[in-house]
């Protein structure tokens, strides 16, 4: 809740990115973190869901280096990411991370 509410977003089409930066005390680690949404109203199915949300850990898992250290990051799916070609989608996560993390 904290990173939707009080974090920056970026919408990358098929996908939503919110980002904050983790408060000093909570975590020790600096590695970033994952937070993955896909709704039934907004995805469709367990099928569609389930397949939304590998994608987007997928890029993530392969991108993370991309991510300053000690921040939070949430992605919200939309139906269009599962009609999405997985290089369009890692070519907007990528462009994303460049805009949130200059």
């Known amino acids: 809740?904290?990173?939707?509410?009080?974090g920056r977003r970026f919408d990358c089409g098929g996908f939503s990115i919110f980002a904050h930066a983790r408060p000093a005390g909570l975590t020790p680690t600096?590695?970033?973190?994952?937070?993955?949404v896909a709704s039934r109203?907004?995805?469709g199915g367990a099928v569609q869901r389930n397949f939304a949300k590998r994608r987007m850990r997928e890029l993530f898992r392969n991108h993370q280096d991309l991510i300053a250290p000690g921040y939070d990051l949430v992605m919200v799916a939309r139906?269009?990411?599962i009609g999405l070609e997985y290089a369009e989608?890692?070519?907007?996560f990528?462009?994303?991370?460049h805009r949130l993390f200059p």
């Open 79 to 81: 139906r269009s990411v």
């Open 30 to 36: 600096l590695l970033p973190r994952l937070g993955v």
């Open 89 to 92: 989608l890692e070519k907007r």
């Open 94 to 97: 990528v462009g994303a991370c």
């Open 1 to 6: 809740n904290r990173v939707r509410t009080e």
């Open 41 to 43: 109203a907004a995805v």
